[in-house]
């Protein structure tokens, strides 16, 4: 999975790791809205983890990020449905033609543990975006995850986390790693 994000981080760590960090202060839903619709727009496929306590904006990021890429339903935390898909339109982004062709919303709050997850076919959504089961073929998904660490067990090794920090009303410290 390839994501540049050169243009937006405010603070970056982790400089001489493997893993790459980026923080990014949001003063706003709306800066939340537009990081996550940059996010979209550089993103291949891939797994994106959303984490961050109750509030913090982990449903605003994916909206944003859905939008990014044309879907036109409304989204909104699939709490009760567990897993959404979204066909994404065929597209240009500006750059190239969009390789993404389904966006997946994952919310895991009402599951115990990666148990509950194998039942409802979260190893063949893993393999649509690339995972280890996809057999080296070319992934044409995007899944974005909330409340990723009830089914950590399961969760594919390449991927990236986005951890959302409640600062006050608005502001918010979202840290980028593993792009």
């Known amino acids: ?12 760590e982790g400089a001489g790791n493997r893993s790459k960090m980026v923080i990014y202060h949001s003063n706003s839903p709306k800066d939340t809205q537009r990081l996550a619709a940059k996010i979209a727009r550089e993103t ?3 797994v994106i983890l959303l984490e961050g306590e109750l509030g913090a904006g982990k ?9 990014a890429l044309g879907v036109k339903a409304k989204v909104k935390s699939p709490t009760f449905n567990i897993i959404k898909k979204y066909k994404i339109p065929f597209r240009s982004n500006g750059y190239s033609l969009m390789a993404i062709r389904y966006l997946y919303h994952i919310d ?3 599951l115990k543990d990666h148990k509950e997850a194998i039942p409802l076919g979260i190893q063949d959504v893993f393999s649509a975006a690339g ?22 067990k399961v969760l594919p090794k390449k991927r990236i986390r986005v951890h959302i920090d409640h600062i006050d009303k608005n502001k918010r410290k979202i840290t980028i790693s593993n792009f």
């Open 131 to 152: 995972g280890p089961a996809s057999g080296g073929k070319a992934s044409q998904s995007v899944v974005l995850i909330e409340w990723p660490e009830r089914i950590s």
């Open 108 to 110: 895991c709050y009402r």
């Open 59 to 67: 449903t605003t990021f994916v909206q944003a990020f859905a939008r």
């Open 1 to 12: 999975m390839r994501v540049n994000l050169s243009i937006c981080p405010k603070e970056t």
């Open 44 to 46: 291949e496929s891939g």
